[in-house]
């Protein structure tokens, strides 16, 4: 997986016929379906993808998602996402890339209309470059591959992060510091875990429990259920 991507839409049929196309782009990782405004800012400020699909809406309320919310990101938003817009109006279409959309696709929406985006996307769009993080110890700096980390957990005011050879590493870091600056492949689950959701094997949600590898347990809550849902979208790629 290179890029992340959310999906703005009231519509559950919609967003069930761009998850099915997405499943022709292994590269990619659905780190949200939102349907209302504020949900919607809040997941892109927290979660930062680097494409959203956004649905035009035909009707509106004072919860409708809209280009007006794009324009207002541009605004305060230090890293604002590449915008593709989907519409059945080509006008409607036109003033949303007006409003800063980067690109649109007409409905109905097939798989060559959505690959041509993605390429104009992936042209403009480096992935993530980071594959480590430096972890200080007073004078003592230790250089950990993001592949390696299983999962972090907090321990007061700092960070417990196991590695997959089981090795522990202790960073005077909040979780919080690590969910904002970790790739959008970590994803919290519970207040005390965040998971690389590369290794995670199995969710059960009836035990809310989340297993690494088999042989590792963690607890989620239903705080992240968001986090959640992406990780099972993944996983039944």
């Known amino acids: 997986m290179r890029f992340s991507y959310i999906i703005i839409d009231e519509n559950d049929e919609t967003e069930k016929e761009i998850i099915g196309l997405f499943e022709n782009f292994p590269n990619y990782f659905c780190a949200g379906i ?17 494409l959203v699909f956004y ?27 590449y915008f593709i817009a989907v519409s059945k109006s080509e006008n409607k ?5 007006q409003a800063g959309v980067s690109d649109f696709i007409l409905e109905p929406i097939n798989l060559n209309t959505i690959g041509k985006c993605l390429f104009k996307f992936e042209k403009r769009t480096p992935p993530n470059a980071i594959n480590a993080i430096c972890i200080k110890s007073y ?20 960070t ?53 590898n088999y042989n590792e347990i963690l607890p989620f809550s239903i705080n992240y259920r968001d986090n959640i849902d992406a990780i099972v979208r993944k996983i039944n790629i």
């Not at 939102?34 to 680097?50: F, L, R, T, Y």
């Open 34 to 50: 939102i349907k209302d405004n504020q949900n919607a800012i809040n997941q892109i400020i927290k979660v930062k993808p680097q």
């Open 55 to 81: 649905t035009i809406p035909t009707k509106t309320n004072e919860n409708t998602f809209t280009s007006k919310n794009i324009a207002e990101l541009f605004q305060y938003a230090n890293a604002i996402p």
């Open 93 to 97: 279409a036109f003033e949303a890339i």
């Open 139 to 158: 004078s003592d700096y230790q250089f950990v591959a993001l592949q390696d980390i299983v999962y972090l957990k907090a321990d007061n005011n700092t």
């Open 160 to 212: 417990d992060i196991k590695l997959h050879n089981g090795k522990i590493i202790n960073a005077y870091k909040t979780l919080k510091h690590f969910e904002n600056t970790l790739p959008f492949y970590f994803l919290r689950i519970h207040k005390s875990y965040i998971v690389n959701i590369h290794y995670v094997s199995r969710i059960h949600f009836s035990k809310s429990k989340c297993y690494m």
